[in-house]
């Protein structure tokens, strides 16, 4: 984490990648690698990460958060309002509710 907030996400990318494959079953190394992801704009391949974090663990609402970013950013605003309204319902956050009324304004 300490090199995505240097600015090194690549390189974070890949040390969380090998984390997961030392550890499947930490859904917080899997969540991070998606994150990268989602932070290097791979937000279809960020997706297909936060889709396997829900298989795994899908009470997390940052999980959640991220994906409904990553819908945003591709323009599929029915599932970002889907994504957005189950991180609310796993856990009630500000930023959430701003992000599903932005998707209510553009629909």
């Known amino acids: 984490m300490i090199l995505r907030i240097r600015g090194n996400i690549r390189e974070s990318l890949e040390l969380f990648?090998?984390?997961y494959r030392l550890n499947p079953s930490n859904v917080d190394y899997l969540?991070?690698?998606g994150h990268?992801?989602?932070l290097l704009g791979k937000h279809k391949a960020a997706i297909e990460?936060?889709?396997e974090c829900c298989n795994i663990k899908n009470d997390d609402w940052e999980v959640?958060?991220?994906k409904g970013l990553s819908y945003k950013?591709?323009?599929v605003f029915e599932e970002a309002i889907v994504n957005f309204a189950q991180a609310n319902n796993c856990h009630k956050h500000e930023y959430t509710?701003?992000?599903l009324g932005r998707m209510?304004?553009?629909k």
């Open 31 to 33: 969540k991070q690698f």
């Open 49 to 51: 990460v936060f889709d």
């Open 64 to 66: 959640y958060l991220y």
């Open 36 to 38: 990268s992801l989602y």
């Open 73 to 75: 950013f591709l323009r």
């Open 104 to 106: 209510h304004q553009i």
């Open 97 to 99: 509710y701003i992000e």
């Open 17 to 19: 990648k090998k984390c």
